[in-house]
């Protein structure tokens, strides 16, 4: 069994409520971070964890925290990103769920760290029956002396409030969020100015990841250098993984990130393995911005050694041959699986999420969306298949904020790795409408050249 | 149906307000339409936005722009139970097509149509987060997951049991 550090408590019936929650040792970090440690110290912790935000992102939270700007006389705002709204992800959901008190705990140190009074869970709307379940902790908190007005007597006040969203993967985005925030449409801001310096109502804000901020519970329980230990080099700590697609057993795994992707997929500690007795074709492993990848590609990295399931080991060999840990979204596709189709929906996902500021990511993801549903249905070109490998790779790093990217890596991914599935549909526009292309060679061994 | 809040309605709005500082009381627009949508049938009429437009004292253009942004805020009238069916690449690939088409049928509608007696309107929207429990729907606050035809069949039969019972 590997450590478990966020999702260790899951289990305990009634550990949703307050009074299980603190019986099996919650809200400890917030007395032991306001009662014996200045602000600045549970940033040092947080910064010596090695923490990584676990939105999709990477960043270092800790760096994070320290860029926020400290102007006399201005509030500073912590906001909390559960827009949780990347195809395939669904980690953030499951925490607030069933362990709501944790979130709060992690607010509540957060909030102390960075001096914020207000702080704010901006949650997507569709999640509607989690906001009570959120009100309902913070009212338990604030009911136990854990919020309100000088906390643990220690002259320090914070509140937390819960906002929803109403609809719009964009929001996930940390601009675009306080833009919603605002009340108005979700359009990302042009940076510099960083949030850190001009963020909700022009105030310094700091926006972190539901998960990024429940890992700070257990960062300060057990000191930043201890957590640290956990995982190898860069990728520190506990990560959850949400799985799905054709998976025996897919939902929401803890995993310490020594694991091999091999393992977490078809051991029976993790995912069981491919439903139904099928094979492994593809899968996209950190959520649909991110590269797909062949079965062969998946398990193995271009040098044939096992992919090892964290930051480093699933961008192992760049874009290439490899993709990305991302936000954790694990989906996995079997034999039977159209990547073209696949990859139309997910062309058709963006074009709906774009937000239509940018001309590139505007134009280009209906653009791409068209020619899909048409190579889909029988009725492609072959130069069908450069136009869009040329309408992707002129999105990319041409637009305000990143969903120009994530609408074109994937189908860069798609058509790297399986430009013959797509040549496939154009040269059998018939056959292609009553069958499959199947697993094909995708699974077969990586020939790995031996350099003298 | 005369759009203005009652006690109970206001005082969940004036809850929603307090909650940002005095000047930037706009940030209070978004959860105060999907009041006003819960409020007001269902949707969002222009009666319905400029009435919190007033309330939030902000013009009218501040609330459509964002209105027509979100895609939950529903701009036409729909039926009493909305049934919004994932169809993005986790859920196809767990056979939503499969619901869609089955609901299609069963209901004699297509994706963004309403029943003739008003009952269902079915939606296909973008991911709701609920990939590992594909195929699934949103049923009002609620989401309904591991869709098979049969529990698409009970739960047709639940939205009409209950319609009766409110009738």
């Not at chain 1, 550990?15 to 200045?38: D, L, N, Q, W």
């Not at chain 1, 607030?96 to 760290?113: N, Q």
């Not at chain 1, 913070?138 to 919020?147: C, D, F, R, S, V």
Request: with cysteine.
């Amino acid at each position: 069994m590997g450590v478990k550090l966020l999702l260790e408590n899951a289990h305990i019936e009634g550990i949703r409520f307050y009074e299980t929650y603190r019986k099996h040792g919650g809200y400890r970090s917030v007395e032991k971070a306001i009662k014996t440690m200045s602000t600045d110290e549970v940033v040092e912790e947080v910064k010596k964890s090695g923490l990584r935000g676990r939105g999709g992102a990477g960043f270092p939270a800790g760096m994070k925290w320290s860029f926020i700007a400290k102007p006399e006389g201005v509030p500073r705002h912590l906001v909390c990103n559960a827009d949780e709204s990347e195809p395939g992800t669904f980690k953030d959901r499951y925490l607030m769920e069933f362990l709501p008190h944790l979130l709060i705990e992690g607010l509540i140190v957060s909030s102390f760290a960075l001096g914020s009074h207000d702080t704010y869970i901006y949650i997507r709307g569709e999640y509607a029956w989690i906001v009570d379940i959120l009100e309902q902790a913070i009212t338990e908190a604030k009911n136990n002396g854990w919020l309100g007005k000088n906390i643990l007597g220690s002259g320090f006040d914070c509140e937390i409030h819960v906002q929803r969203g109403a609809g719009a993967y964009i929001c996930g985005e940390e601009t675009a969020l306080i833009e919603s925030l605002e009340g108005k449409r979700g359009n990302p801001r042009i940076k510099p100015p960083f949030p850190a310096v001009k963020g909700l109502w022009g105030r310094p804000t700091v926006v972190n990841n539901v998960e990024t901020l429940a890992a700070v519970v257990p960062i300060i329980n057990m000191g930043g250098e201890e957590y640290a230990k956990i995982g190898v080099g860069r990728s520190t700590g506990t990560k959850l993984i949400s799985a799905c697609g054709n998976l025996r057993k897919p939902g929401v795994y803890e995993i310490d990130m020594t694991i091999s992707v091999e393992d977490f997929i078809y051991s029976d500690e993790y995912c069981g393995g491919i439903a139904n007795g099928k094979k492994l074709k593809a899968c996209i492993p950190g959520g649909s911005s991110v590269p797909i990848l062949p079965a062969n590609l998946l398990l193995n990295t271009a040098k044939g050694e096992k992919r090892i399931m964290n930051y480093e080991g699933l961008s192992d060999g760049g874009f290439a041959t490899g993709s990305m840990l991302g936000s954790g979204g694990f989906i996995v596709l079997d034999e039977d699986q159209c990547v073209v189709k696949n990859t139309l929906t997910l062309a058709r996902f963006y074009r709906h999420e774009s937000c239509g500021q940018c001309s590139p990511c505007r134009e280009g993801t209906g653009w791409m969306e068209k020619i899909l549903h048409n190579i889909e249905h029988g009725k492609g070109k072959m130069s069908d298949i450069d136009l869009l490998w040329d309408i992707q790779s002129k999105i990319e790093g041409n637009t305000i904020c990143p969903l120009g990217d994530a609408a074109a890596w994937p189908i860069a991914a798609a058509i790297r790795h399986f430009r013959d599935e797509f040549e496939w549909h154009v040269l059998n526009p018939e056959e292609s409408q009553k069958r499959n292309y199947g697993l094909a060679h995708y699974a077969d061994k990586i020939h790995v050249p031996v350099t003298a | 149906m005369s759009i203005k809040f009652n006690d109970t309605q206001m005082a969940e709005f004036k809850r929603l307000v307090d909650r940002y500082p005095q000047e930037y009381q706009k940030s209070a627009l978004i959860p105060a339409l999907h009041l006003a949508q819960e409020s007001f049938g269902g949707w969002l009429s222009s009666e319905t936005m400029d009435y919190v437009a007033e309330l939030l004292s902000i013009k009218p253009i501040e609330v459509y722009e964002v209105a027509t942004f979100y895609s939950m805020f529903n701009l036409k009238p729909v039926g009493k139970y909305l049934f919004e069916v994932c169809h993005t690449g986790p859920c196809m690939v767990s056979g939503s097509d499969n619901i869609v088409q089955y609901i299609q049928e069963k209901l004699s509608i297509k994706p963004g149509e309403t029943t003739a007696d008003g009952l269902f309107t079915l939606k296909t929207v973008e991911c709701l987060g609920a990939c590992g429990y594909a195929p699934m729907m949103q049923l009002g606050k609620h989401y309904r997951e591991h869709l098979t035809k049969e529990k698409v069949d009970a739960i047709v039969e639940e939205c009409r049991k209950n319609a009766a019972i409110n009738n």
